[in-house]
């Protein structure tokens, strides 16, 4: 009887139950990664004794329903969430509301006024048709004279011209009344508060409440429509300073929801939906193998490109450090926390952000940094025409770096993007500062130190090609010049080195190294020779 008794309770509970009650939440924090955010809003709703259903309106338009965390009060029980993005079509609204009854007396004027524009517009086009029927005279039979035919035909053309604009004017009307009764027919989702913009996701909660009153309340969920990546801006004023490096964010979200002065943490972990506990397994290290060996002599050309773009992009990164220096603080130092882990950094900001959700990116300064940072000159005039200029930055892991673009500014001038990759395995980061017209190199071949021949079965060739560089700057300048010859996969086919001029060789890849100090105005020839023998009836089609 007892178990009846409270079935019968709980069921009359139901029958009872109020009608939804809505409330508006309110974005005050989100956590942005690199494919989603996790936000956390806040609400109040004033609830009776009882069960109710509560309707959380704006929040993210799409969201994973399995990661929504609501926290109440311990008088509160939460018996189901769902969420919805149609709410009106699955639901009757509350017409008792009073935002509801003004946005229906409203609909009913406009529908009243609707008709009568409706029936004018009939009469008109009415008229306009007893007008054309009665357009035509028949000379003679009309028994009209020609004044008495003038003056109907300027009666008709007022007439039908008058009739027509008062049409095309009801016509008008009748559009834009349309439009507001369609307008007032999305708001009756009942009391909401109107905010910057209003999102079509909605929370539906079913609760048991103990006791009658307010009821504050915290949500949180994932959502996917907000992302974030690093980028920076680089400023040199010269080789003999260091760099000014401003450390920033480009944030974007397309949650339906207007962030406003909403406190903003950035992070580069990915959010962990993994219900699995972690089971420990071992851990070993191993070194990884970036070289890519292919047929042929392709794989020499593809190790001296590799070492191209390492040095124009960057290399390098020690191991990540728990404790986080800075030589130099900024004013915008104290408005962000740094928190690095083994795995992760996270960028806590003090300063309150408006993001729209627009799909735009919005600029976050999150760091300025000065890097103590030595300069050199590098070039490949085999792949490359001009010199490029490369900051060298050691001990740079307790800067927190992620991978991102850069704008490079260079004594004073856009030098152009670069890319920071601070995932390799050097110890020392390298960033390309732009091209140097001011440092020339050039590499030509020497006709009269090169050609073929034939010996009995094989045929022997020769190249031989001069490198010259020049300093145009005004001060002295470090070069480090790189050169190649080709390597034999196969035994058919003989390589030697005639000359390298002093540079220093890697019989792996091929590569020459010359490190040069060039004055002012100094200019320096060096020379690179290499003969190739093989078989003539096999053609070497990549020499």
Do not use: C
């Not at 020499?300 to 020690?318: A, D, K, T, Y």
């Amino acid at each position: 009887m007892r178990a009846l008794l409270i079935i019968l309770l709980l069921a009359g509970n139901v029958m009872l139950a109020q009608k939804p009650v809505f409330t508006n939440a309110e974005a005050k924090s989100a956590t942005v990664y690199f494919n989603g955010a996790e936000l956390t809003h806040t609400a109040n709703v004033k609830l009776p004794a009882g069960t109710s259903e509560i309707v959380i309106k704006n929040v993210a338009d799409y969201l994973n329903e399995s990661t929504v965390q609501i926290g109440a009060p311990s008088t509160l029980t939460v018996l189901s969430v769902q969420f919805t993005r149609n709410y009106i079509s699955e639901y009757t609204p509350d017409e008792t509301s009073p935002q509801v009854k003004q946005v229906r007396d409203s609909i009913t004027l406009l529908t009243k006024e609707l008709n009568r524009v409706k029936n004018a517009k009939t009469s008109e086009e009415k008229i306009l048709e007893l007008l054309d029927k009665n357009n035509q005279v028949y000379g003679q039979d009309s028994g009209l004279s020609v004044a008495e035919l003038m003056k109907m035909v300027d009666y008709y053309k007022a007439k039908r011209t008058e009739t027509a604009n008062t049409i095309n004017t009801l016509m008008g009307q009748e559009r834009k009344i349309t439009e507001n009764i369609t307008r007032l027919n999305r708001k009756l989702e009942v009391n909401t508060s109107k905010t910057e913009k209003d999102s079509q996701g909605k929370l539906v909660l079913q609760v048991m409440n103990e006791t009658a009153g307010n009821i504050p309340l915290s949500i949180s969920y994932l959502t996917p429509s907000a992302t974030w990546s690093p980028f920076y801006d680089l400023r040199a004023e010269s080789i003999s300073e260091p760099i000014n490096m401003m450390y920033k964010a480009q944030v974007t979200q397309n949650t339906g929801i207007d962030w406003k002065k909403i406190k903003l943490t950035l992070s580069s972990g990915q959010p962990n939906q993994n219900n699995e506990a972690p089971i420990l397994s071992a851990w070993f290290l191993r070194f990884n193998d970036f070289r890519n060996y292919r047929s042929g002599d392709v794989s020499v050309m593809n190790s001296l490109q590799g070492q191209v773009e390492e040095l124009q992009i960057s290399s390098g990164r020690g191991a990540p450090t728990g404790d986080i220096v800075y030589k130099e603080k900024s004013s915008i130092d104290k408005y962000v926390a740094i928190t690095e882990n083994q795995l992760t950094v996270s960028f806590d900001i003090d300063v309150p952000y408006d993001i729209l959700s627009n799909g735009k990116k919005h600029s976050v300064t999150l760091k300025e940094i000065k890097l103590p940072a030595s300069y050199r000159h590098y070039a490949v005039p085999k792949l490359e025409k001009e010199t490029f200029l490369l900051a060298e930055i050691e001990d740079y892991s307790k800067y927190n770096l992620l991978s991102g673009e850069a704008n490079i500014i260079f004594e004073g001038m856009y030098a152009g993007k670069t890319y920071i990759d601070p995932n390799s395995t050097s110890d020392t980061l390298r960033l390309s500062m732009g091209r140097d017209k001011k440092v020339s190199v050039k590499r030509e071949k020497v006709a009269d130190k090169s050609g073929s021949k034939f010996l009995s079965s094989y045929k022997e060739q020769t190249f031989t090609y001069d490198l010259t560089v020049k300093n145009n700057k005004k001060e002295t300048v470090s070069l480090m010049l790189k050169d190649q010859y080709p390597i034999s996969t196969d035994k058919d086919i003989q390589v030697e080195l005639l000359e390298s001029d002093g540079a220093k060789i890697n019989k792996e890849t091929g590569v020459l190294t010359w490190e040069l100090k060039l004055k002012l105005g100094e200019s320096k020839k060096l020379r690179i020779s290499y003969k190739v023998r093989y078989p003539k009836d096999k053609p070497v089609y990549n020499l």
